[in-house]
């Protein structure tokens, strides 16, 4: 089944860059793709969650030790 883009009723392909969006061939817009709750995909969901955790954790930490060097450098002046 073919997802119709809402602004121009063209067909929607999915984004080769990021498969969760789909893309316009038309507008050149991104939309989401709609979330289907198949238990097929509830697997592939969790996984994606638990990296978006732990990248959202390592994020926090690199930010951190920004904040920590810049603590230390100004320290130094
Ligand atoms: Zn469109």
Redesign the pocket.
Known sequence: MARK?P??G?ELIQNPKNPAYLL?T??N?NYKTPSNNGSSNSKKNLRKQRFASIAKQKSMQLQRFVQTVRKSKAAEY
Do not use: Q
């Open positions: 883009c602004t121009c063209g316009c038309n507008c817009k």
